[in-house]
């Protein structure tokens, strides 16, 4: 067997969707996606990235869904690991907005710093170092 991931989830307060729309669409350049009527109406946002579909399956890219939680706490711990091709422009960019990143060593052969979203969730970028040859 094989396994993929199609999205991760993470909590957002009620009525946060315009903030986390202006930091993971207007920040970092994710595209928000539609949701199908039936979940739209629980509030919330997906958001993706540039990713080829092909035959309605993700192939690579980045997919969030961004879900309503009434008694909503921060992930402090618990963070998703972004893969990002450009790992010092996205700690740039988030700089630029506030959004202090805090660069971590202790993951052999990656490079990768962690931020916070703008509820406090906790996210991971991060890259593989090419071998030395």
């Not at 009620?14 to 629980?42: M, N, W």
Request: hydrophobic share 35%.
């Amino acid at each position: 067997m094989t396994f993929g991931v199609h999205h991760v989830q993470l909590a957002i307060e009620p009525g946060s969707e315009d903030r986390c729309r202006a930091f993971y669409v207007g920040v970092l350049g994710l595209t928000e996606i539609p949701k199908p009527p039936e979940l739209a109406a629980r509030g919330g946002l997906w958001v993706r990235d540039g990713g080829v579909r092909d035959g309605g399956v993700r192939a690579g890219g980045l997919e969030l869904h961004l879900g309503v939680e009434t008694d909503f706490r921060p992930a402090r711990k618990a963070h998703p690991g972004i893969l990002a091709d450009d790992l010092d422009a996205v700690a740039s960019r988030l700089e630029a907005h506030g959004s202090p990143v805090e660069w971590d060593d202790g993951f052999p052969g990656h490079r990768r710093f962690y931020t916070r979203d703008c509820l406090g969730n906790r996210l991971e970028f991060l890259t593989p170092i090419s071998p030395a040859t």
